[in-house]
């Protein structure tokens, strides 16, 4: 079974920093797809990062290019979203997901992804 921990969460000021850590098992790292993404109250929830374990592709989102990064230790099959900059727009429930298939991760979209975390609430005060 396929789960996703996500942990690391909290309120920091405009231009600080997070590091979000996704906690995966049931899977392996060498094919798969994992993907973060966010949803603000009210909004869609949207793809902001992610990485393809096949060919090692990463995407991010323009939103986001140039502030956030990901990282993996396959060893503890981890994923990390770190965070720099942070802006008051950056507010929303981040979420880890991740799918067999990484053939769309460019498009990043919600629907390619069959396996999702429970979510972690990441508030950016002005």
């Known amino acids: 079974e396929v789960q996703l921990v996500e942990s690391g969460g909290g309120l920091v000021p405009a231009g600080g920093s997070l590091r979000l850590s996704c906690a995966a098992s049931?899977?392996?790292?060498?094919?798969?797809?994992v993907g973060w993404f966010r949803q603000a109250p009210g909004k869609e929830r949207e793809g902001i990062a992610c990485?393809?374990?096949?060919?090692?592709?990463?995407y991010y989102a323009t939103s986001v290019k140039g502030r956030f990064s990901m990282a993996s230790d396959a060893a503890t099959k981890t994923v990390y979203l770190q965070m720099d900059n942070l802006k008051p727009e950056d507010t929303a429930v981040y979420y880890c997901?991740?799918?067999?298939?990484?053939?769309?991760?460019?498009?990043?979209?919600?629907?390619?992804?069959?396996?999702w975390g429970q979510g972690t609430q990441v508030t950016v005060s002005s």
């Open positions: 997901a991740a799918d067999p298939d990484d053939t769309n991760i460019d498009i990043m979209e919600p629907r390619f992804f069959a396996h």
């Open positions: 049931g899977f392996s790292f060498d094919s798969y797809a």
């Open positions: 990485i393809g374990f096949g060919e090692g592709d990463e």
